[in-house]
């Protein structure tokens, strides 16, 4: 009768030693989890992905290709990150472009003859100029949704250091200025606008509090 009892004990002593054990590995891992977790946070901060879309228009006037002895045209619009976005330069960690396209529209040709366009888009930051895209003897028809580039579709224009140039830009989130040029084989018939379009996603800390 004692045999059995000490074996009772002894039983249930290891079961409880087991599940003691267990309980303090679990609060090991949970512990280790949550320090992950606030590193992750960075000190209660939450990142986000915020979309934005712009569209800038260049008008080309038929007068000043027709005039120019080389028929080049050339307009820039000015561009503040800052008026893109509302948040902070602080708050904005990176600026990734997403998709750029361009749209052809307002043209008016004789449809026997089709001229040939040349455009180039720049960058100008503090007086350096960086070449982003370059579209080589296009004809000139009205375009909608002329792809420049999209995340993954091989098919883009400009290449991943011209996509990283114009992403750096955004990044440094100061006023620059992009231009537009055309050059085109023969006098054109009428003006025609040229519309930059870009969806950009900026990746932003925001503070949640805790």
């Not at 007086?127 to 091989?154: C, K, M, S």
């Not at 224009?157 to 114009?166: D, F, P, R």
């Not at 606008?193 to 503070?207: C, G, K, L």
Request: hydrophobic share 45%; glycine share 4%.
């Amino acid at each position: 009768m004692r045999v059995s009892i000490f074996l009772r004990v002894v039983i249930k002593h290891e079961k409880l030693l087991s599940l003691t054990l267990d309980t303090n590995m679990m609060k090991k891992i949970a512990s280790l989890f949550l320090v992950m977790l606030l590193v992750a946070c960075g000190d209660d901060a939450l990142v986000i992905t915020i979309p934005a879309s712009s569209s800038f228009s260049y008008n080309v006037p038929a007068s000043a290709v027709n005039a120019s002895q080389t028929l080049e045209f050339s307009d820039e619009a000015n561009i503040d990150p800052g008026q893109i976005f509302t948040e902070t330069a602080e708050q904005i960690k990176s600026i990734a472009l997403n998709k750029m396209t361009y749209d052809i529209s307002g043209y008016q040709n004789d449809p026997a003859e089709i001229e040939l366009v040349t455009i180039i888009i720049e960058s100008r930051v503090s007086g350096a100029v960086n070449e982003l895209a370059r579209i080589t003897d296009l004809p000139l028809l009205n375009v909608q949704d002329g792809l420049l580039f999209e995340e993954g579709n091989p098919t883009s224009i400009l290449s991943a250091t011209q996509v990283a140039s114009l992403e750096a830009t955004l990044d440094n989130f100061s006023a620059f200025d992009l231009i537009l040029k055309v050059s085109l084989n023969k006098v054109i018939d009428s003006d025609f606008t040229i519309e930059i379009s870009w969806n950009i996603s900026a990746q932003v800390e925001q503070n949640t509090g805790g």
